[in-house]
């Protein structure tokens, strides 16, 4: 038996990859450090029109940053 168990910050950070991908540019690009966290904090960013709509809706759920309001934890369960 195989367990898996990926946490929030995997989910986001393929969120992070996904959006550069389909983008071409990281989706919190700020003039500083501090002003970039802010932007992940809030969760502030903008997907292009030429982005296909499944896109857009998975695009918000990968880069949440809450615990509660997004699906960060997947368990996969591998039986041999």
Known sequence: M????????DIWSLGVILFMLVCGEAPFQEANDSETL???????YSV???VSPSCHELVPLC??????LCVCVCVFVFLL
Do not use: Q, Y
């Open 48 to 50: 292009p029109d030429h």
């Open 38 to 44: 802010t932007m992940i904090m809030d969760c502030r």
């Open 63 to 68: 880069l949440c940053v809450s615990l509660f």
């Open 2 to 9: 195989f367990i898996w168990l990926c946490v929030n910050a």
